[in-house]
């Protein structure tokens, strides 16, 4: 059985900084396509942050290129999304995602209906 549990949400003061972890049992990160989507009230899911397997590329919305960085640890089966700079339109659920199926170009997965398996998600709010 696959599941996923993030921590590391919080409240930060714009500008400031958090860092998200995703840890996985019942799958192997290094295997699979991981990804972080976020969801503010009202607003569709977004695709944050895709690392492929092996790490070999990642993708990252233009909102957040640059100031968030998505990386895994193999060796305790996490994933890890360092989130920077944290702006007013930042704040949302966090949430990891998983496909059991390996991916290799990970601009063409930041679509939540490519994803089998998802946390139950962490909040994340930014205060000026």
Same mark, same amino acid.
């Given at each position: 059985q696959v599941?996923?549990?993030?921590s590391g949400g919080g409240s930060v003061?714009?500008?400031g900084s958090l860092r998200l972890s995703c840890a996985a049992s019942g799958?192997?990160? +290094?295997? *699979?396509?991981?990804?972080?989507?976020?969801q503010a009230p009202g607003k569709e899911r977004e695709g944050v942050a895709v690392i492929s397997t092996g790490g070999i590329s990642t993708y990252y919305a233009d909102s957040v290129k640059g100031r968030f960085t998505i +990386?895994? *640890?193999?060796?305790?089966?996490t994933m890890n999304l360092q989130l920077g700079s944290l702006k007013p339109e930042d704040p949302a659920v966090y949430y990891?995602?998983?496909?059991?199926?390996?991916?290799?170009s990970a601009s063409k997965f930041s679509r939540a209906s490519l994803y089998n398996y998802w946390g139950q998600g962490t909040q994340v709010t930014v205060s000026s």
């Open positions: 599941q996923l549990v993030e003061q714009s500008g799958l192997a990160i +290094s295997g *699979d396509c991981m990804a972080w989507f976020r +990386s895994v *640890d193999n060796a305790k089966n990891c995602a998983a496909r059991a199926v390996p991916c290799y």
